[in-house]
């Protein structure tokens, strides 16, 4: 899986830059997410703006990420979630558990 990965007013912002999340790169994401929850502190956001399609199997990967930054108090936020995407989550009622922002300015000014 690809990602840009920046630091910005205190926050994590991991960029991914593959169209889809599914079975054959979703243990990717979840192993970053979870190793970047581990480094603690800075909430972490996740840009979605790429993304195209994504399965239950990513939706599970970014699951996992929250309740581990949960766990340890800390935040995953999830930005820039194109309709198709959203739908999913939306259907599955996952835009119930997430913190979903239209876009990184709308998550930052959150942090302030």
């Known amino acids: ?8 007013n205190g926050c994590q912002v991991l960029s991914i830059q593959d169209e889809r999340i599914d079975a054959h790169n979703s243990a990717g994401l979840k192993a970053e ?5 581990e480094q603690g502190g800075e909430p972490i956001i ?3 703006e790429q993304v ?9 990967a970014l699951l996992s990420g929250h309740k581990q930054a949960v ?3 800390g935040r995953l936020i999830l930005v820039n ?6 739908a999913m989550f939306e259907i599955t009622r996952l835009n119930r558990v997430f913190e979903i922002y239209a876009d990184l300015n709308e998550a930052l000014a ?3």
């Open 81 to 86: 979630i194109q309709p198709p995407v959203l």
């Open 33 to 37: 997410l979870l190793q970047r929850v």
């Open 1 to 8: 899986m690809n990602f840009k990965q920046e630091t910005i």
């Open 46 to 48: 996740v840009q979605l």
């Open 110 to 112: 959150t942090q302030a």
């Open 52 to 60: 195209r399609f994504i399965d239950s199997s990513g939706l599970g």
């Open 71 to 73: 766990a340890k108090s």
